[in-house]
């Protein structure tokens, strides 16, 4: 059978995995990424993981065809290399990961950035798919998004498209680590919202504090959403706020494409068992949409969970 190699490098992990041509998940693993350890050692890794699924390949029976690569940062359109910024994983920057992996491997090898790949993922497999042109959010320690217009992934004229992220709902708001001021992650991603959680739980007399004691001090992002979900007024109207926020900045690519759909994953939407800050996302983006099809848009959760990196990458065009 011909199957696909899919790498997805992150700044703590490298997931890796074999589907087939209809995304079927066959065999996938993880490695540290070691990006503190200098780039030899990050590539030697990355390579490893190639040959660990070659090597499975082998002994499977299979024959792959290509490896997809999804990588933190902007990819160079050209020169396939990662560019600036990638403030979590400094040491690939300036390198040719694809053109590593194909000499190492001798497959076709191609690269593209890490919500560019979890956005072609649903549109290939999961949530999205079937629709051509879609907004795909990931809301974890940042905000990563990729777009698909067309039934193609879009990333501007240098690669560094689609960073909806950054994107400032308050230009005068707190300084983001890109440089810019009120960008949509600093007010909605896990870190800005654990950041203000914990900050009010110390105050607070609720369930909000409780999750916080429980957890030694420190509210998780489950712990911030079963505070919600048992009622708590401040971890809910937290979420809400949130949720609001986020809405604007999905509202601006919404108004702008005319998308048909948006599609939300990660960790703070895995966390959203019960629909409180999902509901709300979408409520906002419906009450607050410029056009009649923004208005009844579908807003929904990303169906493949964290394979999704590696799943789009495996799934990526060879040029």
Known sequence: MIVRLGIDIGATFVKYGVIDEEGHILFADRAPTRGSEGPKVTLDGIVGCASRMFEWCANAGHRPASVGIGSPGTIHPQTRRVQPPTPNLRTIIGVDIAGVVQSATGLPSVIDNDANCAAWAEHQFGAGRGIDNLVCLTVGSGIGSGFIIEGRIFSGSSGSGAELGHVSIDWQGPLCPCGNQGC????????????????????????????????????????????????????????????TQFAIGILSAIN??????????????????????????????????????????????????????????????IP
């Open 256 to 317: 702008l494409l005319d998308t048909e759909a948006i599609i939300i994953g990660g960790g703070v939407a895995d966390a959203d068992t019960q629909g409180i800050w999902l509901n709300s996302i979408r409520d906002n983006i419906h009450r607050h949409a410029f056009s009649d099809a923004g208005k009844s848009i579908p807003v929904g959760k990303a169906a493949l969970g964290n394979d999704a990196g590696f799943i789009g990458a495996a799934a990526l065009p």
């Open 184 to 243: 949509l992650e600093n007010y909605t991603s896990a870190t800005a919202l654990l950041a203000r959680a914990n900050m009010v739980a110390v105050k607070s007399t609720g369930e909000l504090k409780r999750q916080r004691d429980q957890a030694g001090g420190s509210v998780s992002i489950a712990g911030l959403f079963a505070a919600a979900h048992a009622g708590d007024p401040v971890a809910r109207g937290m979420l809400e706020e949130a949720a």
